[in-house]
């Protein structure tokens, strides 16, 4: 080989591969310029920030869930053609509103100069700037034409002597009204509170309220059966509440939240007093509840074999591990000898109604869980409050997802669904028990929590340290196979009977053969 062409082919492939390294350093200051622009375009994500669009994971189960079906409130939704016949009666409240606020001496150039002076504030309550499309000018205006909607929506259907002009299909076609109640509870399709509160200030009605009892007053005939409770009986600062929904969660939850803890269970497993138990009407509770009629338990001097056989231990929940967190279903909590009770009446709004939804406890072998409903928008309306919980890390306990979370270890299948609607814990308008089935077990599909959140926990262990003791589920079958009625009762007891005069009579009959 050439010397000189060996030395011109090496200088060629030097320059060859310092051009390929020119390039790639090239290629690696465009990549770090391009990551620096998008680093300082980036926003800083506004600590106000409490309205998000629903993640992929949660939306797969059902999206229309989460999606308005009939109006659009906020930015989310603003603007979607299959929602654009609402904007006409937009404008027709927004003329009702103001109406409402000459009494006050505002015009409609004070309502926009009001939300005006806001500035930015009602768009950082927004968390996903990608799914805004509006700004400026036309920010305030939905702000202005959402918010009188939402406002004036209010007064009309919580106020009886209010007039329905003859535009108002809201109020005219029936089943609407829902449909807006159901899109108002979207967690897509919020206004900050504080907005709504500050146009409420700007007008005068009869009878005035202040604008949380008017939601109160307003949405505790529609909502599912809970203990509406007044806002102002919480250690809720008004100010602070966010949006609508959060003020629906705030007047859902229990009147005195005890975190899922309930009172010592006195069982006793007396095998008497279990023959002799008789249920008594509870007036004030508006439950039953069971007695034992045992001479010897009530002074504590009982010697029944059976019974010290049987006798449970104290409960404590320190021996159970903490991430047992799930029940056997409801038919086989029955077949261990647990009973159900509904609690108070399916629809009830009554202010002295001391139950809520939320209210579940286990005592004397029974699970007491309060009556409610299920209508067409139920999952709707658990969805996005469940929605709401995860998306708040200052919710603590988290109800809503602790209830779903019982109610889909506790349903499995139709047989479940069935046992609970015949004793009356709820009424289903969904058509078949399938159907109830499937709404619970998809409630908290893509659902992750924390177990201190779980507001159940106590109630957990005490169904699953009941369950545990063999002595629970051998009373069950004995009573659900021989004492399943008066008659069947008589019928085992006396063959019982005849069993022992036969056994004493064989065994005399042996004795006197020996003698």
């Known amino acids: 080989?050439?010397?000189?062409?060996?030395?011109?082919?090496?200088?060629?492939?030097?320059?060859?591969?310092?051009?390929?390294?020119?390039?790639?350093?090239?290629?690696?200051?465009?990549?770090?310029?391009?990551?620096?622009?998008?680093?300082?375009?980036?926003?800083?994500?506004?600590?106000?920030?409490?309205?998000?669009?629903?993640?992929?994971?949660?939306?797969?189960?059902?999206?229309?869930?989460?999606?308005?079906?009939?109006?659009?409130?906020?930015?989310?939704?603003?603007?979607?053609?299959?929602?654009?016949?609402?904007?006409?009666?937009?404008?027709?409240?927004?003329?009702?509103?103001?109406?409402?606020?000459?009494?006050?001496?505002?015009?409609?150039?004070?309502?926009?100069?009001?939300?005006?002076?806001?500035?930015?504030?009602?768009?950082?309550?927004?968390?996903?700037?990608?799914?805004?499309?509006?700004?400026?000018?036309?920010?305030?205006?939905?702000?202005?034409?959402?918010?009188?909607?939402?406002?004036?929506?209010?007064?009309?259907?919580?106020?009886?002597?209010?007039?329905?002009?003859?535009?108002?299909?809201?109020?005219?076609?029936?089943?609407?009204?829902?449909?807006?109640?159901?899109?108002?509870?979207?967690?897509?399709?919020?206004?900050?509170?504080?907005?709504?509160?500050?146009?409420?200030?700007?007008?005068?009605?009869?009878?005035?309220?202040?604008?949380?009892?008017?939601?109160?007053?307003?949405?505790?005939?529609?909502?599912?059966?809970?203990?509406?409770?007044?806002?102002?009986?919480?250690?809720?600062?008004?100010?602070?509440?966010?949006?609508?929904?959060?003020?629906?969660?705030?007047?859902?939850?229990?009147?005195?939240?005890?975190?899922?803890?309930?009172?010592?269970?006195?069982?006793?497993?007396?095998?008497?007093?279990?023959?002799?138990?008789?249920?008594?009407?509870?007036?004030?509770?508006?439950?039953?509840i069971e007695s034992h009629s045992c001479i010897f338990c009530k002074f504590g001097n009982c010697t029944c074999l059976l019974c010290k056989f049987g006798k449970q231990q104290p409960s404590t929940t320190d021996d159970l591990d903490a991430e047992s967190y799930h029940i056997p279903t409801a038919t086989e909590l029955r077949e261990a000898g647990v009973d159900f009770k509904k609690v108070g009446k399916i629809g009830s709004i009554n202010s002295n109604e001391t139950t809520c939804l939320f209210d579940i406890n286990f005592n004397h072998n029974v699970l007491e869980i309060p009556s409610f409903g299920l209508y067409d928008d139920s999952e709707s309306f658990f969805k996005n409050l469940i929605a709401y919980e995860l998306y708040s890390p200052d919710v603590h306990p988290k109800h809503f997802v602790s209830f779903a979370l019982f109610m889909d270890d506790l349903i499995n299948t139709d047989k479940d669904v069935i046992l609970l609607r015949k004793k009356g814990i709820f009424i289903s308008g969904l058509g078949d028990d399938a159907m109830v089935s499937d709404l619970f077990n998809n409630l908290c599909r893509g659902v992750t929590y924390s177990h201190d959140d779980f507001y159940y926990g106590d109630v957990y262990k005490k169904l699953i340290q009941h369950c545990n003791m063999p002595w629970n589920v051998l009373k069950a079958k004995l009573r659900r196979d021989y004492f399943h009625s008066p008659w069947a009762g008589i019928s085992t007891i006396a063959a019982i009977w005849l069993l022992s005069l036969t056994t004493a009579q064989t065994v005399v009959a042996f004795i006197d053969l020996f003698n």
């Not at 907005?195 to 202040?210: G, N």
């Open 1 to 288: 080989m050439d010397h000189n062409g060996s030395e011109a082919a090496g200088g060629s492939m030097i320059e060859g591969m310092e051009g390929g390294s020119h390039q790639q350093d090239l290629a690696n200051c465009q990549a770090l310029q391009s990551i620096s622009e998008k680093i300082q375009n980036v926003k800083q994500l506004s600590p106000e920030a409490c309205l998000f669009k629903v993640q992929e994971e949660l939306r797969k189960t059902n999206r229309d869930a989460y999606t308005p079906l009939i109006i659009s409130i906020g930015p989310y939704h603003h603007g979607k053609p299959e929602l654009s016949k609402m904007e006409r009666l937009k404008g027709l409240y927004l003329k009702s509103f103001l109406k409402r606020a000459r009494g006050k001496g505002f015009g409609l150039a004070d309502c926009w100069k009001k939300l005006k002076n806001l500035k930015d504030r009602p768009k950082r309550y927004y968390g996903d700037d990608h799914g805004i499309k509006v700004s400026g000018d036309e920010f305030v205006k939905m702000l202005l034409l959402d918010g009188c909607f939402i406002v004036e929506f209010l007064i009309r259907l919580g106020y009886e002597n209010e007039e329905v002009e003859k535009y108002d299909t809201i109020f005219r076609i029936s089943g609407t009204a829902n449909s807006v109640v159901r899109d108002m509870l979207l967690l897509e399709n919020q206004l900050p509170f504080f907005v709504l509160r500050e146009l409420y200030d700007m007008i005068t009605i009869p009878c005035k309220l202040e604008f949380s009892e008017m939601v109160k007053r307003t949405l505790g005939f529609v909502l599912p059966k809970m203990n509406v409770i007044s806002i102002h009986s919480t250690n809720v600062n008004i100010e602070e509440i966010k949006h609508l929904l959060e003020a629906v969660h705030i007047l859902c939850q229990p009147r005195l939240s005890t975190n899922g803890c309930i009172q010592q269970e006195r069982d006793s497993t007396c095998f008497c007093c279990w023959f002799s138990k008789q249920p008594q009407a509870n007036a004030a509770q508006g439950v039953d």
